[in-house]
């Protein structure tokens, strides 16, 4: 059934499902970020790391940690925002098919000529739309857990900092 689709929405959808393997990779990627680099790991390494720099150095590290979850967020948005384009330019292409194709030319009645043009209109839409949306909740979900990221980040900092201070206050 879904190929009776792929293939009703004309070439169109070939564009379109290019945009979606890479918009799906580009998903997988954040997603396997963030499950293989938990807080924690980065709050240990962190940790460690403290020295001479002091906060500033720490400050410096969380943000090259900022910097490496955001990467691929535009990407994301870039290839949804494509797919609603492809989508759209489907939905030009199937009306004009419509309207320009000659039944009889094609030995087809005029409503056939009609419908098949439509069909691909409407998928092409559809399918720029599914995209799209997917990418776009991802995003949001994605954003707030960047956030969310970051908060924790700056509390694990500013425990490291006081317990760093605690240290050579005591020394």
Do not use: C
């Amino acid at each position: 059934m879904l190929a009776e689709y792929f293939s009703k929405g004309g070439p169109v959808m070939y564009a379109l499902l290019v945009v979606w393997v890479l918009v799906l990779s580009s998903i997988l990627d954040r997603v396997l970020y963030g499950l293989l680099n938990p807080v924690r790991r980065v709050a240990l390494s962190l940790q460690k790391s403290v020295g001479p720099g002091g906060r500033t150095g720490l400050l410096e590290k969380v943000e090259q940690e900022m910097n490496m979850a955001s990467q691929g967020v535009q990407r994301i948005d870039s290839l949804a925002q494509l797919a609603t384009s492809l989508g759209l330019f489907g939905t030009v292409l199937g009306i004009s098919m419509s309207f320009f194709a000659r039944g009889e030319e094609l030995g087809l009645a005029a409503p056939e000529v009609l419908a098949s043009g439509l069909a691909t209109a409407l998928f092409t839409t559809v399918a720029g739309l599914v995209i799209f949306l997917f990418g776009q909740a991802f995003l949001v979900i994605y954003q707030e857990w960047l956030g969310a990221r970051a908060r924790r980040l700056e509390t694990a900092v500013e425990h490291i900092l006081r317990k760093d201070k605690e240290r050579h206050g005591q020394a």
